[in-house]
């Protein structure tokens, strides 16, 4: 029962006594969650601090783990180039010298035995062939990054497949091949495999419409059944630069392109030349 101030008029609320049971119940209820949130918020707490440093040290892990990936290319990029290198080396037939002696070093009845007189004539001298010698490996650094550049040494073209490969000499199976096949569309870009001069570009009887083209270090290559070619004689070509497309000129049943290196006049396995990973 309300009774107001002055003269105004009382008046009354009746509540079902459940209503008000009800209401001191989840006013219990309340009061005992509050009382365990703030028990529980120190645990509650450490396990948010925790979520955030397992997150943090995930994300260093995953770091981490892209530079671990990173380095791994790194070294497996640095072996491909080591192989790719090696087998350069052995279609050049450059091989290690051997059974060399060291200057200044002579075999007396199977031991060495050092010269020991006039040791400042040696020492000058020894500076004097190193200083020269320096120079030379420095004109050598040189010229074999200049040959290292005159190789062909990518696929002629991207999007094709070898169909079949270099034969030196004739069998029961296969007839000899100077060069690789690759199978590719009509109209496939053909691509310079190497810095050069373009030498020839004709028509050829058996590989149709034929491009030459001349590198250094007796390197040339020769793009045959083109259906039409992109530079002209003369023209100055860069590695992977657009010089032909790929056509079925010539004596061919399909449109590919007949690829060829030539080495000093003779044809060379082109794959031992190609860096890829396909080719071993």
Known sequence: MFIPEGNAKTFSIHIHRNIVY?????????????????AKSGEIAAKLQLVYLLTSENRH????????????????????VGRYLHRIARSSGVEPKRN????????????AALFRDNIEEQLDSTRMISAGSE????KKGEARELYLASIPNI???????????????????EQTHNGLDYAATQG??????????????CNDRYFGLLLTIRHG???STRYGHCSQVLVAKGDHVER??????????????APHLHYEILKNGKNADPTKYIYSNEVK
């Not at 009800?22 to 703030?38: D, E, N, Q, T, Y």
């Not at 892990?61 to 491909?80: F, G, V, W």
């Open 217 to 219: 270090y007796g390197f």
């Open 22 to 38: 009800s209401l001191a119940v989840f006013l219990l209820i309340f009061l005992i969650g509050f009382i365990l949130l703030v």
């Open 155 to 173: 696929p002629p073209v991207v999007d094709g497949w070898i169909t079949r490969r270099f034969v030196v000499m004739a069998n029961d199976t």
């Open 240 to 253: 992977g630069q657009t010089i032909a497309l790929v056509g079925n000129t010539g004596r061919s049943s």
């Open 61 to 80: 892990l995953r770091e981490d783990a892209q530079k671990m990936t990173y380095i791994a290319e790194k070294i497996d990029r640095i072996e491909q």
């Open 135 to 138: 120079r030379q490996l420095q």
């Open 100 to 111: 060399q002696t060291t200057p200044g070093v002579i075999r007396q009845n199977g031991e």
């Open 188 to 201: 496939t870009l053909i691509r310079a495999t190497a810095p050069g001069v373009v030498e020839d570009v």
